[in-house]
């Protein structure tokens, strides 16, 4: 049931937003009352806050499994990073959605918990950047802290509007992704 | 005082949000009556829908006038259409951040003014693109509506993080972003 209140709410917060879903909505699509909500979360801010965590948690996991693979290259690994995010909006683009949109409404006890995980994943692309540097994959002029920002803002931004039906897969997306980022544009 | 309005409600839909800020909000802001308020604007969604035409139609005109510069070749062009977008951001910072968060709570009819102008913004890129290969300066494998949508993504996501009063100067951003751009990361 757990799971249950936090898909439709996910549902919920990524079409009428945050604020403007209330736990009264919430049990009325799954026909639970209030009473079976409260058992699982204290409020629905605290809800957000677990949607929150699942969703950076599942992507940090997802990226250090990558990063500690010893088979691939820092070029693989960074492909395979890139392919992650634009995969997963097929699976979790509405959490997605709920994470950049609604980031605003948690508190600052909860805002504490959430930032690391967020700052984790971008430092570990960076440092990711940085290993290729050392082994001379990745050049070596430009600085690194840019360059990831600039990789996430690809990233990120598909989840605004990348289609999985769409005509161009998950694949073809983060293969002309690693192109751009890795090969570039000019002749 | 029509623009006095526009920039005092810009800053509070950037802090606030858009539901949350009332006229009330706004004119007591500004020591001025409601009176004052519908005067210049008939509603709260009209003068949202006015921020954010205004917003766009700058962009867009800043855009043409760097395309149709004849001295330039597509890959300056590119060049002066990020930093343009940087740039902007010690500018119009909170008009960005109003454009992409409250763009939900325009409704059809407005949205039907907005959107195509957004399109035309992403198209122009696109074209670019295309000229730049028929010049044979950008290469041709890939395909230039989701090479347009890793540029925006760059540029757009900066948005939520550059800050020009930081380390990095929007000159320094821009130059960085363009040569990921045209010539990747890869040694």
């Known amino acids: 049931m757990k799971e249950k209140i936090r898909e439709q709410s996910i549902q919920l917060f990524a079409t009428k937003g945050f604020k403007e879903t209330s736990i009264q909505d919430i049990v009325d699509a799954l026909n639970v009352t209030k009473g079976t909500f409260y058992y699982y979360f204290t409020s629905k801010e605290q809800l957000l806050m677990d949607i929150h965590l699942q969703?950076?948690?599942d992507l940090l996991e997802k990226q250090e499994n990558i990063i500690k693979n010893e088979s691939m290259n820092c070029k693989d690994k960074l492909y395979n990073i890139?392919?992650?995010?634009i995969h997963d909006i097929e699976k979790e683009g509405l959490s997605a959605k709920v994470f950049f949109r609604e980031m605003r409404n948690l508190n600052e006890d909860?805002?504490?918990l959430i930032v690391p995980k967020r700052d984790q994943f971008r430092i570990n692309?960076?440092?990711l950047l940085d290993e290729g540097i050392e082994q001379n994959e990745i050049r070596s002029d430009l600085p690194t802290d840019i360059v990831t920002l600039s990789i996430l803002g690809m990233t990120n931004w598909s989840y605004f509007w990348f289609d999985p039906q769409g005509r161009a897969s998950d694949k073809d997306v983060s293969e002309v992704f690693i192109k751009v980022l890795l090969e570039g544009l000019a002749v």
Chains 1, 2 share one sequence.
């Open 55 to 57: 969703y950076i948690d």
């Open 125 to 127: 692309i960076q440092k």
């Open 82 to 85: 890139v392919y992650m995010l």
């Open 110 to 112: 909860h805002l504490t």
